[in-house]
């Protein structure tokens, strides 16, 4: 069954911490530092994101997005105003996730074109995110989807980061 991308709710909460933290463990195993994806907890994660929904959402601005099949969460995403404006980038997608059992599947995609659509229609000309050095699977979906490195990098908890952007309008 094709996914159907939709606003997440607060009961989307456990869903969304599944796909990421499963998603982290398979993505990120031999990039990230193997206890940290061990210290990963699925239960925590939905308590911290229900305490915090109200937070997350104050911000008109930002999308906070679940794909769903068959009544479950299978990917998600959030994006809205960038943390920092570079060069005139306003826009940034800060997550996108997709269940492993989905990769490849069309998730991924239905999410990454909401997103654009979203942060367009919000007034963003250009958006950047940034990806793990080394997730080859990213990297390869970002260029596809006509997301390019630019040059930028950062360095944060022991992990390395490269920064793509996109033109999203002209």
Not at 12 to 31: H, N, Q
Not at 98 to 119: D, I, K, M, N, P
């Amino acid at each position: 069954m094709t996914a159907h991308v939709r606003d997440a709710r607060i009961g989307d909460a456990a869903g969304i911490a599944r796909v990421r933290i499963e998603t982290w463990r398979a993505a990120y195993s031999g990039l990230v530092p193997q206890e940290v994806l061990d210290r990963l907890d699925i239960e925590r994660e939905t308590a911290h994101r229900v305490e915090r929904w109200d937070e997350y959402h104050a911000d008109a601005g930002s999308h906070d997005l679940v794909a769903v099949a068959d009544g479950e969460v299978v990917g998600w995403a959030f994006a809205g105003r960038a943390r920092e404006v570079l060069d005139g980038v306003t826009g940034e997608l800060f997550a996108i996730y997709a269940h492993t059992e989905r990769w490849s599947r069309g998730v991924g995609h239905a999410l990454l074109t909401e997103v654009e659509r979203r942060l367009v229609a919000d007034g963003h000309r250009r958006a950047y995110l940034w990806v793990l050095a080394g997730n080859q699977r990213a990297a390869g979906f970002y260029d596809t989807h006509g997301w390019h490195l630019d040059g930028g990098e950062k360095h944060e908890e022991g992990l390395h980061e490269l920064r793509r952007v996109k033109l999203l309008r002209d």
